[in-house]
């Protein structure tokens, strides 16, 4: 069964960067699209990036010129390189790979930007 697995949160300080990596195992095929989402408490989840198969990339307008999304199709791995982070940066930050057969989640890796 398809798995995610996100690491590389921890704790920054505002400015800082952080790489988050998504390691998708047990899975026959590449997904044709996956992305970052993210969490805050009492806030909904929402879109940070996402990036299809063939390398185009859409990013929240909230992260544009901060954050790059890419991935290693051979590996079937994303990742999420985060520069210049702000406080309300903070959230859980979840990973989905997207089949044709359905969405497949990952737990989420936290990251909190604090002074």
């Known amino acids: 069964q398809v798995q995610l697995v996100e690491s590389g949160g921890g704790l920054v300080q505002p400015g800082g960067s952080l790489r988050l990596s998504c390691a998708v195992s047990?899975?026959?095929?590449?997904?044709?699209?996956m992305g970052w989402y993210r969490q805050a408490p009492g806030k909904q989840r929402e879109l940070v990036a996402v990036?299809?198969?063939?390398?185009?990339?859409n990013y929240a307008d909230f992260v544009k010129g901060r954050f790059t999304i890419s991935r290693d199709n051979a590996k079937i791995t994303l990742y999420l390189q985060m520069n210049s982070l702000k406080p309300e940066d903070t959230a859980v930050y979840y990973c989905?790979?997207?089949?044709?057969?359905?969405?497949?989640w990952g737990q989420g890796t936290q990251v909190t930007v604090s002074s």
């Open positions: 989905s790979a997207e089949y044709f057969s359905g969405s497949i």
């Open positions: 047990k899975s026959i095929f590449s997904p044709y699209a």
């Open positions: 990036i299809n198969s063939v390398g185009t990339t």
